[in-house]
């Protein structure tokens, strides 16, 4: 990859705890730029996104589970951000999405599949995100990206920027899955989807689970996004998140994984998400994603 269009998707309105959105800005802050830049990669600032529909604090998640919470405001910021990140890729660029809360997936899947018949996705993550309208506990679309993406779900959110399933469960890998709703457990079993525990990672190695990964997508796939979720990591590594589950991926684990990715050639398209440096301790978080961006940019590892 010789350029790279950064998108800041600064949306805070998939999950209940505000500041997510500020997070583009801590990257830029934690040197996300420069670090890209020192790999000889021209990087274009596309500046962020923001939904034109407003929504107060006080009135910010409100609703029962039953309610899928900002709704409008999700739809409208996912349109803009499929619309720039499908641009990016028509440009010859890729497309690294920098967020934000989870459902920005929607967006972000939404503009690559126009340019992928059968597009793969790595889900390097805590959570399944699998969950739609009926198996969600809480009604937070941040929860739902990966279901909304299979074509599972609320219709217009199915259907956001163009019709249809984004992508196949088939052509998914799960990686860091430590808190699964019965539901995303369902979903993940009568689909087949390749999924990695924490428990299969200590067992296994991340190098074993990359490489198993890539294995399982490169012969039916002919793009690999991948979606990070800095809460796929323990939360002593990467504090500033809004729904962190402890016993996750070490950065050292990370950063190797990371590596293979990049080694790999394989990998089309990028989300790094969820950092919130309202919870943040000196913005460590971020300075985290940062050196895990690095490292999928060609950083190579002391």
């Not at 034109?52 to 409008?72: C, F, M, P, R, W």
């Not at 899947?109 to 309208?133: C, F, K, M, Q, T």
């Not at 969600?136 to 217009?156: F, Q, R, T, Y």
Request: charged share 25%.
């Amino acid at each position: 990859m010789n350029r790279v269009d950064i998108i800041g998707a600064a949306t805070t309105f998939g999950q209940p705890r505000l500041g997510v959105d500020l997070g583009p800005d801590a990257l830029r802050y934690a040197n996300l730029i420069n670090e890209i830049e020192k790999l000889n990669i021209e990087v274009n600032d596309k500046g962020n996104i923001y939904s034109d529909i407003k929504v107060n604090v006080a009135e910010h998640s409100q609703g029962d589970a039953n309610t899928l919470k900002n709704y409008d405001q999700v739809m409208d910021f996912n349109e803009k951000l499929a619309k720039s990140v499908d641009e990016s890729i028509q440009q010859g660029s890729f497309p690294l999405i920098i967020g934000g809360d989870h459902s920005l997936a929607i967006g972000s899947l939404a503009g690559i599949s126009s340019h992928y018949e059968n597009l793969g996705v790595i889900w390097y993550d805590a959570h399944g995100d699998l969950n739609n309208s009926d198996t969600s506990p809480s009604g937070n679309i941040h929860g739902m990206p990966l279901a909304i993406s299979c074509g599972v779900g609320d219709e217009k959110l199915v259907n956001l920027y163009k019709d249809g399933p984004k992508v196949k469960p088939e052509n998914i890998v799960l990686i860091g899955m430590r808190d699964l709703d019965e539901g995303e457990k369902e979903y993940i079993s009568e689909n087949d989807i390749l999924t990695f525990t924490m428990t299969d990672i200590k067992e296994k190695g991340i190098s074993a689970v990359m490489r198993e990964s890539l294995e399982h997508l490169q012969d039916k796939t002919d793009g690999i996004h991948l979606s990070l979720d800095v809460d796929a990591l323990d939360p002593m590594e990467t504090p500033g998140t809004g729904t962190p589950v402890d016993g996750g991926l070490s950065l050292s684990e990370t950063l190797s994984a990371m590596t293979q990715l990049h080694d790999s050639n394989k990998i089309t398209s990028m989300d790094l998400v969820e950092v919130n440096p309202l919870l943040d301790d000196k913005n460590k978080t971020a300075q985290k994603a940062v050196s895990i961006a690095s490292a999928f940019f060609g950083k190579k590892q002391k």
